[in-house]
């Protein structure tokens, strides 16, 4: 849960974002995007594909300086975690050494034991990405950001493509040292019942260019939201929203 009084950890503004397709038109992916973390908080971003999400996250990430707008503080002075749809190791590399490669030199030896066990990866610290499944390769690059011990984590769409059973045995995982460690959380999603049940604050994006239309606050304990009632909430933000 968000710490409550504390400054916010983060502050993202964009006034426009506007870039050139592959035939020279211009595009304007983003519009009056106003965003602010607090810290603790667990907030994810909604929209429809091709709206400006992942745009968005690139410019909050500084992988993007082209646009109108600022970010407060600089992201140069935050840790920074970030996850991506696609898993990104080092196929010649185990799951340990593509964790310990993230790392600053002078923390590559630090003790992982604990972070492997939160994890369930300690089975399969030795082993090459192409012997894991799609959910443990997601689980070693959740690894690999978590190992940073960031202040901020980013994921972009990290259940994505895997099967119920991984996507929730990866959230209880996610939430667990999510909220051992009080890290705040941005994530980038299109499922709504999944960032109903593990999310603090709901934002949903319009179509392209992406601005926030509609903000949520979600008080009810992550424990206490059963399927019937993120069920609920989710036919109650359709009918709210329109989605």
Not at 28 to 37: F, I, S, Y
Not at 151 to 164: G, H, K, M, N
Not at 230 to 242: D, L, N, P, S
Request: charge should be positive; charged fraction near 25%.
């Amino acid at each position: 849960m968000p710490d409550v009084g504390a400054p916010p950890l983060l502050e993202l503004t964009i006034a426009s974002k506007t870039y050139r397709d592959d035939r020279g038109q211009a595009v304007e992916a983003v519009r009056r995007l106003d965003l602010t973390l607090a810290r603790g908080e667990f907030t994810c971003l909604i929209g429809p594909s091709g709206c400006g999400k992942t745009t968005a996250l690139k410019i909050l990430l500084g992988l993007d300086r082209a646009y109108e707008g600022k970010v407060t503080p600089d992201m140069a002075s935050l840790t920074v975690g970030v996850t991506f749809q696609e898993p990104r190791l080092l196929p010649w590399r185990t799951v340990e050494q593509n964790i310990r490669i993230a790392l600053p030199p002078a923390r590559r030896k630090r003790d992982l034991d604990g972070l492997f066990g939160e994890l369930g990866l300690a089975e399969w610290r030795g082993h090459y990405p192409h012997a894991l499944s799609l959910g443990l390769q997601r689980r070693a690059s959740l690894a690999r950001a978590l190992a940073l011990e960031p202040q901020l984590l980013v994921l972009d769409e990290p259940f994505v493509s895997l099967d119920d059973k991984a996507a929730l045995e990866l959230r209880r995982c996610l939430m667990a040292v999510v909220a051992s460690h009080r890290i705040t959380v941005l994530m980038v999603t299109h499922n709504v019942r999944e960032a109903i049940g593990i999310a603090d604050r709901l934002l949903f994006l319009s179509p392209r260019p992406a601005r926030i239309l509609h903000e949520v606050v979600l008080a009810q304990a992550r424990q206490q939201r059963h399927s019937p009632w993120i069920e609920e909430r989710h036919r109650e933000f359709a009918e709210r929203f329109g989605l």
